[in-house]
């Protein structure tokens, strides 16, 4: 070839490097007298831009062209390469056979350095399919050859790709290396697009590994990466909304679509991609509970997704549309008939979802009164429990559970619910897309909901307790989302994760997944074998709750769990070797009195409120005869223990005027106050104590316990950094923090205290090997929690519990940072006279002057747990 052939044959590395650029010199290529080769490497550059970054139909005409012009050019290596790049274009066509056929006249036509990216290619589409063996094979074919010329591009290429098989085979050590690898021979070339590609790549390997924060710093690298080249990826974007959704951030990721969309708009660019970034829009909304919002996104995808013939996709819109118009309180026969055809659509396109939506039709004809309807289509939805992905069973059982309540059997519905359940303990480690787990979350919730409404009719109080535990211990028992301490289950974990995300992304592009659903079921049988033998060394996966043990455990103590149930609290009292019942108020009573306990609280925080205080001791009276009702009385003399549901975290309990002058305690379920009770204290344990920056009383209890403890490690000021208290953290036997803390709502698991370096967050404490035993936090709104999923509590608390922690300190409301200082100092004596976290906390209390700011300050503390 000439020296402008080797210029034309520049432009197909280009195309990854300067994609623009690279596009605007192949048009200029084909505008001149070019020859058939050089019009065949032009066509060849458009295709495989318009394959990545528009429109694939465009792609498809520019490489049978390139195909085509090669031919004449009699040049076999040339053909070989565009054979290779059009079958990548027709698998993701979804033309599987013609996509392998032109695989197999690439191989057979290519010889030597082109016939090793022809393999490279081919390994990539077996990938795509699911063949992780056949990837592999040709990718060990094609790396020497690759080596030996010298091809470091696509040598890089390989790499990456094998380490994408490697991570969907759950090898991440081996994933790992062949990664960094690859990003050490990108550092040598200008591709700056496919450089791009592997840091979004490793983000990606980050979400399937639980590394929220990690994979959210990396999806941000790779976006700054594609700006720079003016080619954005909204793949990225999508996949970076179903990482802030994992975090718990819906409202972030319905912004993230947003502001996609009205990217994609400025640029002109494809209407397809639009519709698929106003859907995840519409479930990011839905999941923030924004259901108006749900549906005007969901509206605008389905118009698009019919407009463009997308059929599948469409019809997941009008499912989103629909679920948001129920949660939106409409009910309608049309929204019963829109469901059931939506279901019926689905299940033709073999979606896991099919369940979902008859699942979703029956119980809107339920609410109608229209059994026989119910029936119908919930006998459909129950189909799927005895076979199918864990969602699709669940959603079976809570079907099932529905028509036996609607028949009026009792035992049919507790036994739908217990299998239902059991499914959902198999499932809850293999969890990965947010939405996957949110929906099991809600769905656990209604079955044991069903079940308790069930106990409350046919079964007595015990029963009641025990399915009011089976749904707590459902939603906070389940260990911390972070790679598990067994290699060989993080390893599956891992690997399940990405065969089910890629399984659904292909279903969503049409694409069959035979292979990829084979594999996603082998891996959930390996998982599941692995988490059954190892459920006695997991939290939340020990034996299930027994009120027996409880009972003897109790001793002189009485616990209260408050059920709700129709909108109505229901307090279990349990105590003296048995479980009795009482009957509460509205819940919805309750709670506006709970907040307007807060705002007092947090007017009394500061000197000059002293006219609220008879305000709040008089909404504490009526918090005690909505929440407590006629238990009061049959309380005993002895310790407490309140187990508050979800909507409830915020009620400051030693306000009440039957709980004021006790030992007290709160915990989120009757089995974790058990796992307390029964944690034993670490042997040596050291006493830490931590000073954060900008107090306004500098954490003035610091030095003075320092004295008291004297063998006590102190961080303090600058030595106070996340790296060394977390080092210090680990395995203590008492911390004490004072540091500012921050509450988020909308992000409860970035919930900080503050450090000298930063913020010490959530994710921070649950890479703990073991939290303290006990641990004091002496700010405000430490002990704040956000209700997520069905009535699943995130925060700083929640998060130490499982993690080793027996007993915790904080506080639920703003607090006087000076009135602080003696409670603290008050409750570290009664510890050093060797009393519990609750009865030090309540002597301490009574040491208070008992002017207004002090008594406020009392009441916001609370002791978690049970040391």
Known sequence: MTAGSDSVLELLPMVFAAPNEALARAESVLHADASPSHASVAHQVIGIWQRDFGDLRIALRHLRRARDLAARAQSPD??????????????????????????????????????????????????????????????????????????????????????????????????????????????TTGQEHDKADAVESRGLTAFRSGDIPAALRLLDEAEERYAKLGTPMFMLYIRRCEVLMAAGLAPEALAEADAAIAELDEIGGQPTRKAELLLVAARAARSAGDPHTAIARAAVAVRLFAGQ??????????????????????????????????????ASFGSPTAPEASLLAGRIALALGWTADAERHLAVAARSRHAGPPLARITGWAAQALRARAAGSGRGVLEACRRGLDVLDDHRMTLGASELRARATAQGAELAALAQQASLTQGGPRRLLVWSERWRATVLSAPPARPPADPALLSGLTAFREIAARAEAARMDGRPVPALEREQRRLE?????????????????????????????????????????????????????????????????????????????????????????????????????????????????????????????????????????????????????????????????????????????CGAEVPELADRYGTAKVLEYDGAQVPKVLEELDGAALAHIAAHGTFRADSPLFSALRMADGPLIVHDFERLARSPYRIILSSCDTARLATVGADELLGLVTALLPLGTAGVVASSAPVNDEAVVPLMLAL?????????????????????PGDAVHRATGWAFAAFGAA
């Open 525 to 697: 049988r390996e998982i599941r074998s692995r988490t059954l033998r190892m459920r006695g060394d997991v939290p939340g996966y020990g034996d299930r709750f027994d009120p027996a043990r409880l009972l003897d455990r109790l001793g002189e103590a009485r616990l209260v769990e408050l059920v709700v149930l129709d909108g109505r609290v229901q307090v279990l009292l349990c105590g003296q070797g048995r479980v009795r019942r009482f009957e509460g108020g509205a819940l919805a009573e309750a709670v506006a009195e709970a907040e307007h306990v807060q705002a007092g609280l947090r007017r009394l925080a500061h000197p000059g409120a002293e006219a609220r205080l008879p305000l709040v001791e008089a909404a504490g009276r009526r918090l005690e005869e909505l929440l407590l009702g006629g238990a009061v009385p049959h309380l005993g003399s002895g310790p407490v223990v309140v187990v508050p549901p979800g909507a409830l975290h915020r009620v400051p309990w030693a306000l009440l005027p039957s709980l004021r002058d006790r030992v007290l305690s709160v915990s989120p379920s009757a089995g974790s106050w058990l796992r307390a009770r029964e944690t034993e204290p670490p042997r040596d344990g050291a006493h830490v104590l931590v000073r954060g920056p900008g107090l306004a009383t």
């Open 78 to 187: 040339r053909e070989a390469d565009v054979l290779a790049t059009l079958g990548v274009a027709l698998v993701h066509a979804g033309r599987t056979r013609q996509g392998l056929a032109a695989f197999e006249r690439g191989v057979a036509r290519g010889s030597g350095h082109t016939r090793a990216r022809v393999l490279y290619r081919r390994a990539y589409v077996w990938w795509v399919l699911g063949h992780h063996r056949e990837a592999l094979e040709d990718v060990r074919r094609a790396i020497p050859v690759l080596r030996q010329a010298g091809d470091v591009i696509w040598t890089a290429r390989a790499l990456t790709l094998r380490a994408t098989v490697h991570l969907a085979l759950g090898a991440v050590d081996r994933a790992h290396a062949d990664f960094t690898s690859a990003e050490r021979l990108w550092d």
């Open 828 to 848: 570290h004596k009664g510890l050093e006279a060797g009393l519990s976290l609750a009865e030090a906390l309540r002597d301490a209390r009574a040491t208070l």
């Open 309 to 346: 013939r997308r059929t599948w996709w469409e019809t997941h819109a009008r499912l989103v549309m629909i679920e948001a118009r129920v949660a939106a309180g409409r009910r309608s026969g049309r929204l019963v008939a829109d469901a059931a055809a939506v279901a019926e659509r689905l």
